[in-house]
């Protein structure tokens, strides 16, 4: 029988967005930490309020009681070379390693509009075969890299970045070895035009990290005709919490424990703090999580 042996973590998203300050800017990261633990969180995700010294932080999570799920980082390998990518990595490596993180969430930045305002069509993309074959190439030795260093790439697809769509999803996956994992977003694979659970069967071998994140499709519908830029849409509420849009989490958590997933369950909505209150939503996210991991494993039993 296959082992689904998941754990419950929160990015701080909820209470302060990192690609736009000004959304729970005011919020010290205390708050963050004492209300993520309170709902029954088993660790975070890292955000631009955290410490970046290796002991610095395992104090702080110490003090709280909490793990250290992962962190992100901006990668730019459709840029710049494996070993310059591999030089630039060290200090957030190291970070992740000694605090007992075992993935790496690799966003691709270079060229990406997630952050500037600009319409979402008008995303980078890889226009040739050779492009995609020489990133993937660096993404083999960067995340080989990683790995002898006990932290396995999450590849995350991502809004306004190279890799977006399902077909890109499928294209990274057949040139890439299983030394890049791959990050499965439910929120951000929707918005992008794709069938969750469909990317998820089809990539489950190489998913090493979830983020839980729903969609309210009249949002993303709107976002696409009135060609808003990422951060419009974020701010316009087309993300929220499991359980308070469309996504199938019901049938993703299925997925994922017949497939035998183990690894880290991430709430990550970016929403603006002021209409969706952080305790109430990141309440919503884990409970509704929660019941359906017991519901899974109580049928296993």
Known sequence: MSTFDVRIGINPLSWMNDDL????????????????????????????????EPDALKKLLGDYDLALVSGWYSGRLAERSAEDEIAAVGPHLELLAKNGATVMVYGEVADSIQGSPRPLYQRPRFFSEDR????????????????????RVAYHHHMGAYVETPADVDK??????????????AGHITFAGGDPLVVLDKHIGRV????????????????????????????????????????????????????????????????????????????????TLRALVDQSLQEAA
């Open 208 to 287: 090493c990290h979830v983020h839980c994140k729903d969609v309210r499709p009249d949002i993303v519908k709107l976002a696409r005709n009135r060609n808003w830029s990422f951060l419009d849409s974020v701010i316009n509420g087309a993300f929220t919490v499991p359980g308070d849009g469309a996504v199938d989490f019901p049938s993703i958590i299925a997925r994922l424990k017949r497939h035998g997933y183990s690894g880290w369950l991430v709430v990550e909505a970016e929403q603006d703090p002021v209409i969706a209150t952080s305790y109430a939503y990141a309440e919503k996210g884990y409970k």
């Open 172 to 185: 990274l996956m057949s040139l890439t070895n299983d030394s890049v994992g791959l990050l499965f977003d």
């Open 132 to 151: 995609w074959t020489e990133y993937a190439k660096r993404l083999n030795t960067f995340a080989e890299y990683t790995l002898s260093k006990g932290v």
């Open 21 to 52: 300050p000004s959304l729970g800017g005011e919020t010290p990261l205390s708050v963050a930490l004492t209300e993520g633990k309170k709902i029954g969180y088993d660790g975070f995700e890292l955000g631009n309020k955290f410490p970046r």
